[in-house]
Every structure is written in C-alpha cells, then in structure tokens.
C-alpha cells in the first residue's frame, strides 16, 4: 500500500515496520490515535492498579488492545461496543487474519444514535456492579452534541461511583467560521466527502459542569497544548498534537 503513495518512500525502508512506521508518519491523523491510545491505556493501567476490572472500548472500531495486551487479560473482561457494520466488518478482518478472539473479549453492536447503552450492558456477562473504565476514543466527533451527553449519561448509570471515562474531542471553534486551523478544515472536509461529517464540538470551557449535570467528575481536560508538551515535545518524527482535539478523564460521582 505504501508503495502506491510513495515509491520512492518505500523503496528507501529497509523492512515492512519501517515501511508501516514511515506510512504512519504520512497520515495526517496518526499522532491523534495513537497519542489518545496511549493516555486511554495508562489511565486504565492506573485503574486496573486500583482493582477495576471491566474495560469497555466504546466504538472500538479497529482497536487491538485485546490482541496487543493479553497480559492484562488474566485480570480483566473487555468489551468492544461499535455499530453493527464496523463490528460484521472487523470479525471478517479477525478471521481473515487467523485471529483467535480471546475468550475475556466480548464484541457487542449497538447505534449510540438508536440504541442505549444501559439496554445493552444489562445481563452477563458484564456486570452493573462492578467499577468500571470506559474508552470513547475518535467517536464524539460523529455524533451531535445530545447524543455525546446521552451516551455519557448511559455511562454513569452502568457503572458505580467511581468508574473511569476517557474521551476524545473537538472544540466548538473547529465549527467557527475563521477560527478552524487549516490542517483540521482539510480532515473535515475530506471526511464530509467520505460521507462521515464531523458534528458540533465540545466546549472546554463548560465541560466541567456539562459533565457535573449527568453524575460526572471531570479529572483532567487536556487541550492541544497540554497533548503536545504531554507527548509531543521535542519529536523529531513529525508527529504533532492536532488543533481543537482536547483528551478527557471523569469519573462518576
Ligand atoms: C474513527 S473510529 C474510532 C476507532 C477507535 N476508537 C480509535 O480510537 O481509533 C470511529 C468509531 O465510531 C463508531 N461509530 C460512529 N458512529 C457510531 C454510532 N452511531 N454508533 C456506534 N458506533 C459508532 C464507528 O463504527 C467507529 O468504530
């Protein structure tokens, strides 16, 4: 695949990794999803330190943690929650590939636009008792704004008082005419073309008690430039924080 976009790049990568890693690098999107990856994992590190042991990746899309982190099967049930056409999708894509699917990794389908997410998380095996870290990662930026709080709200009501949320997105400016950066118009308007238009934004500025309001604390709301000095700071790779995406923490009260 690197070869049909670059060449001369990939005649130049001694091995498929460093084709893959120097692919990476040429997609616009790639530092988002790994960075926002990787405050997820360590935030649920610290929770699975703590004794959680329930981790659902809500819109899971083609999220490997199952397959990456077998080590932290022996102490936790994970279930990926995604739209019954990505899911059909990556059960064929595990298939092709000759994947086992763990026996602690439940794939489950639901439309966070149709479906609520305490119908679906009711009966075994996940447990409504148990304290519980959730990942919402790449997924608010799709939905309208009552969507985003309802499924929040689902959230709250399906974990007890301290259960974890971690979730990615926009800030209102990205919607502003003159306020968007110019990298991030481009992603918007390639995704639009695709048929997948981003919807309204957070704001960062009442996320806080937005959140307060449907049983949340929020523990951290990092903006792009707590990211690039978290991450980024320093990189000679090219990677880079993207403009107007900010990385939350809450818990439930
Ligand atoms: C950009 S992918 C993000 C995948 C992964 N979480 C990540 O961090 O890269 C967006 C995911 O949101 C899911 N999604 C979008 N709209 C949805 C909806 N209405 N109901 C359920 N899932 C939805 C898609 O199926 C897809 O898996």
């Avoid at 305490?118 to 799709?142: E, M, N, Q």
């Avoid at 995704?191 to 307060?212: F, H, M, N």
């Avoid at 949340?216 to 690039?228: A, G, M, W, Y």
């Amino acid at each position: 695949m690197f070869q049909s976009i670059d060449p001369s790049g990939a005649a130049s990568c001694p091995d498929e990794t460093s084709a893959l890693g120097r692919m990476l690098q040429l997609w616009p999107s790639a530092a988002t999803v790994l960075s926002r990856a990787r405050y997820a994992e360590q935030a649920l590190a610290e929770a699975v330190g703590q004794g959680v042991r329930q981790y659902v990746i809500l819109g899971a899309g083609m999220d490997t943690f199952a397959f990456r982190r077998r080590d932290m099967l022996e102490r936790l049930e994970v279930f990926e929650i995604d739209h019954p056409a990505t899911q059909a999708f990556k059960r064929n894509r595990i298939a092709g590939l000759g994947w086992e699917i763990p026996a602690q990794l439940h794939l489950v389908s639901l439309d966070f636009t149709k479906e609520k997410l305490d119908d679906i998380l009711k009966c075994p095996p996940y447990d409504p008792r148990a304290i519980t870290f959730f990942s919402w990662l790449g997924v608010t930026y799709y939905l309208p704004r009552d969507s985003v709080l309802d499924t929040l709200s689902a959230v709250a009501r399906v974990s007890p008082r301290g259960g974890m949320i971690v979730f990615d997105y926009l800030d209102r400016n990205v919607r502003s005419t003159g306020k968007a950066a110019e990298r991030v118009k481009a992603v918007m308007d390639s995704l639009q073309s695709l048929g997948e238009p981003l919807k309204a934004g957070l704001d960062p500025s009442t996320l806080d008690s937005d959140v307060a309001r449907i049983g949340f604390s929020l523990q951290e709301n990092l903006t792009p430039s707590d990211i690039r000095r978290r991450y980024f700071e320093g990189r000679t790779d090219g990677y880079r924080a993207s403009q107007h995406i900010h990385f939350a923490l809450a818990a439930v009260e």
